[in-house]
Every structure is written in C-alpha cells, then in structure tokens.
C-alpha cells in the first residue's frame, strides 16, 4: 500500500497521553487541526501502527519574540527574510487507536512506549484506514467525516447486545446524544437508529415526547434533512409501530386515580385541595370496586359512560356511604360540593361529562388496544427475525391528531381538549412511570423464565428516551410528586437493567440538565455544537478528561445556523466512549454526512415510499379555543399543496 510523504515529525517532549510534532515545512499550509494521522514503531519485536487527531497548533518564530526586532515589525509589520522563514509550527497529537500487526492483519494494541524522536508521522488516508479496520467491517457503519479531513470516513460501532458472535455486545450498555436547537441532533440519532435496525436481533422502544421519530416512522417527513427514514427501516425488513395515548389501554386502580387527577375531573367539581382530590379519586375506585357491573375496563361502553358516572356522583352524595365527609372535613364545603354534585346530575351539557368520557375511554377493553404491559412484553420479548421498532408517542400534537381520527363517535373527546389540555404534562409522567416499571419488572422476568427453558439470551432491547431531562431531570420541584417518582423509578431501572441486555439512549440539549447518576451510567456519548460555555462546558470537560486540546478542539465547532446557505453546513460532533475502532481514551471528532451520502455510503435500502407530509398545526392554544373542529386543523384534500407527497 502507498503512504503519502510525512506532514511532521515526533517531538520532544512526548508522551503516551500526549505528542509533539514538529511540522514539515512541505505541510506548513496544509489544514492539520482536527486531522487523523498515524506513525509506526516498533513495539517488542511486533509492528505497531498507531492513529490520532490533531488537536490543535502553534507558531513560533525567536525573532518575532525578541524586542530588538520588534521596532522593525512596528513599521515594517515584517522582518525581511526572517519573517515566514523563521516560522517554526508545533502541533499537539492526541494518541487513538493503537494496532498490532499479526501477521495477517491489524488488531487492536496498547501504546506501551514513546516513539523516538524524528519518527514520521503521515495523514491518515481511506485506503490506509479501511485496512486498519478490516477485521472489524461487518460491526462498522458510518456517520460522517473527520472533522479535520472531508477525504476521511469515519467507522463506528453501531452493535446490539446480544451474542458476540453475532455482532453484539455481549451485554447492553447506554449512550446519549446531547447538542443545542440546530445542532443535527434528531438526524444524527436517526442516523445510529438505522445503524442499529441492521441487527436483527435487536428490538427498539422509542418514548416520545416530542413526536418527531413517531412521526418519522409513520412515513411523514419531518425538517429538513431529506432522510427517507421510514422507508430505510422498512428497507431493512424492519417491523415499525406507533401507538398515541388514545391507542393504548391504560389500567390499574393507582394510574386511574393519577390520571382523574391529572385530568381535572377535580375541578370539575371545583374541588381545589390537592389532599381533596386525592381523597375524591379514591372514592371514585372505591365505589367502582364495590359496585356491581361496574369495572375500570368497562365504564365507557355502550352509552354506560354517563350511566357509571351517575351512579358513582349519587354514591357519592349518598349520606351513608360518608364520601362527601371524607373529602371535606368541614360542613360548608360538603354543603357546596354536594349542590354542585346535584347540579350536574340535572344538566347534560356540564363539563364533567367530556372529561369523564375521556378519563373511561383510555381505560376501556374495546378489544383492540393492548395495554403498556402487553406493548413493552411485545417489544422484549419478541424472537429475531421479526423484533420490532416500536414508538410510543406522547406528545400533544400526535395525540391531537389521533383524536381526530377516531372519527364522530369521539367528537366528545375533542370537546374535552378544546376547553382544557387533556395530553398534559403531568399525563405524561403517570404513563412513563408505568412504561419504567413495566421495563424494569418484565426484562427480569422474560430473562428468568428464558433461563428455566435452558436459554441465554438476554432481551437484547435498546430504549431511545427523547427530551431525556423531562424524566430524570437534575432538579425536580420539592412539590412535584409525580417527577420525584418518575425520576427515582427511572434511574433505578437504568442502573439494574444492563445485566438483562435493556440498554438506553438518552436525547437531550444539554448534560446538566440531566441527573448525574444517569450521566455517570452512559458509556458513549456525541455531543454536537452548542456546549461550549459556562456550566455545560464544565459538564463536557468532566466527561472527556478536561484535556485542553480536546476542549479547544471542540470550542472551535461553528454553529451549523452561521453557514450562508443549507449546502454549505457542517453538523460537527465530538464522540467519546467506545462509539469506534479508532477511539481508545480520547474523543473523536466528526462532521456528520448530509442524508444522501449516509444512506449511500452505508449502502441502506430504501423502500421507495411517498414521504408524507403533515399539514400544518393550529399553533397557540388561544387559536385552537377559537376553532369549531378541536386542536388540529382539518384540511380538506382540495386545499393542499400539490407537493404535500415527496416523489
């Protein structure tokens, strides 16, 4: 194989953390910060070829630096014949990756020595590194370029976490993706989902915030980036599934009473306590439980909705059963919460009833939707081939959308959302609580019983957590009691299930805003732009080690927003972990590949489907209150545009 002539030289002083180069004057204005490079030496009897990045430079000139001379620069601004000539350029090597030739082919070494001084170092070419990397070529899949060499693709490891020999792991292991508003950080996390959906073996539960990926995977266009992402997974043989709120059956006393509350049915009843409320939701199960014909599951169906409701307001009012008294201990406010109770049993236009319909449908049996268990079951414990990629939406603008579509039969329920926000924040935590310890008691219990039938196989189920600081946040407010036991349940199942092959990939725009503990539990990380002061630069140094070079490096990455026009943005990124072959204890720095170039350069199939588009959303809520047809704005298909379908 060729090697190109030496851009410098080892230096003095060096070490294995850390090299000096002497700068050939053939590479003096050559663009070396960010590039990859690699020297040879001898390491006990056994060639060893070592990779690194250039991670920053310098330039001295002795003349410049001597105050003699510095009146001739004053007026001149140059020494005559000095000045240029005189220039000696140092640069700093960050050491990666170290391979060992065996005789047959490169593998992985440790740098156990400082090569001499005068050693060559060389650019790092393709053809150079796709040999290094040989052994490896079935695990690699590849995001973009080195940051400092558009010439130079680079390889990562996108693996699953089953059985070595199949390309895993070995055992699940968590990474996170963090960078500001603009950063590429949705593509580049689409882009590792589509290196992770090559493995068969590995299933995927996306929980959703935000709605983005859920809408991706529904085969609607989202941004910019023109990656057919549905049509790649499908590509790939991969089984995708989207469920909203409105299409999962929720169950359980303790969710119901968390979710009336959260729902407002309180206020309904102008109950404002919050100790008053949680005693109404128990009266509610309370009096569901010890009524006949009545169950959690089958409250709404066939026009028992209002039926289920009377009958538990007047068990309510009902003197002998005591309710009223225990949600008021005082007679005045039992006084006024009955003759409310009273009024809205003679009216069927009052609130309470929208709100109930919403509250009985999400935990009616209609026969269709599966619960949250039965989805994160599905999801671990399905066999390759076939494992799916599931998203769980929670999102308000998917969810509004889905009420839409349910059709006439539920106009009540968008009713109920146009007066108030029924897909609310706190709903969204009672449900992550439950999809946590679902995760956490069923990956146990699938690989115990895989045990007792004589298997090894872990559940092999990576789980992406968008919008990652709304879960497992660094602060929770002292009275929110639902995030203290959202975050307290999560960090526990991300902290016991790697052992089980249930790994996660955590999103967000920042590190600080996640709890630490979490933090300290990831392995791989990419940080994109947007980091690089105050406390997130000291969150980013602490990751990395506070190497000063890294750290420049990394300050030095231009806001993808600053580029004149969309054909010239770069998307940098700094990896860290075990995320590549050619990472050892250093980061690796990236621009990530426009979206043609990923899908071609990892030679993704693409389904060839319409990319959807979504018609556009009603978007402050005053607007939504003024609109007759709910929280979406229905569109007819005579009023689209005509490129709402991609060709």
């Not at 693709?153 to 963090?178: D, Q, R």
Request: some cysteine; hydrophobic content about 35%; glycine content about 10%.
């Amino acid at each position: 194989m060729t090697i190109h002539a030496p851009i410098a030289a080892i230096s003095s002083p060096s070490s294995t953390d850390e090299l000096a180069l002497d700068v050939l004057a053939a590479s003096a204005e050559s663009r070396l910060v960010g590039a990859l490079t690699f020297f040879e030496l001898m390491q006990e009897g056994r060639r060893v070829r070592a990779t690194g990045q250039i991670t920053s430079m310098e330039m001295r000139n002795k003349f410049h630096e001597n105050d003699v001379y510095k009146n001739i620069i004053k007026t001149k601004g140059r020494i005559p014949h000095l000045s240029g000539r005189e220039d000696v350029r140092t640069a700093r090597l960050a050491p990666g990756a170290v391979f060992g030739h065996d005789g047959a082919s490169w593998v992985h070494e440790i740098l156990g020595t400082v090569p001499a001084a005068g050693t060559p170092t060389y650019k790092l070419t393709q053809a150079v590194l796709d040999e290094l990397v040989a052994p490896y070529a079935s695990d690699l899949f590849y995001l973009g370029r080195a940051y400092g060499d558009d010439a130079i693709t680079l390889p990562m490891y996108a693996k699953h976490f089953g059985n070595p020999k199949t390309g895993g792991a070995g055992e699940a292991y968590h990474s996170m993706t963090v960078g500001k508003t603009g950063s590429g950080k949705s593509t580049v996390v689409k882009f590792k989902i589509a290196g992770w959906a090559r493995h068969q073996e590995l299933a995927m539960l996306i929980i959703d915030p935000k709605g983005e990926f859920s809408d991706e995977i529904s085969g609607y266009g989202v941004g910019d980036s023109g990656l057919p992402f549905s049509n790649i997974l499908k590509g790939l043989g991969r089984v995708t599934k989207r469920y909203g709120i409105t299409q999962v059956r929720l169950e359980g006393y303790e969710l119901f009473e968390d979710v009336l509350i959260s729902l407002g049915l309180g206020g309904d009843l102008n109950i404002r306590g919050a100790d008053n409320k949680i005693e109404l939701a128990t009266a509610f199960s309370e009096i569901i439980r010890a009524t006949d014909g009545l169950t959690l599951d089958s409250l709404r169906g066939c026009d028992r909705g209002e039926t289920a409701l009377r009958t538990i307001l007047e068990a309510i009012i009902d003197e002998e059963d005591g309710y009223v008294d225990r949600i008021y201990k005082s007679k005045e406010p039992q006084d006024a919460l009955k003759k409310i109770i009273e009024r809205i049993l003679g009216s069927e236009t009052h609130r309470i009833w929208k709100t109930w319909d919403f509250l009985s449908f999400l935990f009616e049996d209609d026969g269709r939707r599966q619960t949250i268990g039965q989805i994160v079951r599905y999801v671990m414990a399905s066999e390759a081939p076939g494992r799916p990629i599931v998203s769980l939406d929670l999102s308000v603008t998917g969810n509004r959308r889905d009420l839409v579509d349910l059709g006439v039969e539920f106009e009540t329920l968008r009713a109920a959302d146009e007066e108030r926000d029924l897909f609310t924040d706190a709903l969204q935590k009672k449900i992550m609580f439950r999809i946590t310890a679902d995760m956490r008691r069923l990956c146990e219990s699938i690989c115990s019983e895989r045990i007792r039938a004589g298997s090894k196989q872990n559940v092999n189920t990576l789980v992406i957590l968008e919008e990652a600081h709304r879960t497992v946040p660094q602060h929770v407010a002292a009275d929110d009691e639902d995030g203290k036991k959202l975050k307290g349940k999560f960090v526990e199942c991300v902290r016991e299930t790697r052992k089980y092959g249930l790994g996660f990939e955590f999103i967000d725009q920042t590190i600080g805003g996640i709890d630490k503990e979490i933090v300290q539990q990831v392995r791989c990380f990419f940080i994109g732009y947007g980091l690089s002061m105050g406390s997130e630069l000291q969150a980013v140094r602490e990751l990395i080690g506070g190497d000063p070079g890294d750290i420049g490096l990394y300050r030095s990455f231009k806001d993808p927003a600053s580029y004149g026009s969309p054909e010239q943005k770069r998307f940098p990124w700094m990896a860290f972990g075990p995320v590549s072959p050619l990472v050892s204890n250093r980061p690796l720095f990236f621009n990530a590949f426009g979206a043609g170039e990923f899908k071609d350069r990892n030679r993704l199939p693409d389904a060839g489907h319409a990319i959807l588009r979504l018609p556009p959303q009603i978007a402050s809520r005053s607007s939504r209150r003024q609109t007759a047809q709910g929280n979406v704005d229905i569109t007819s298909i005579s009023l689209l545009d005509d490129g709402i379908l991609d060709d």
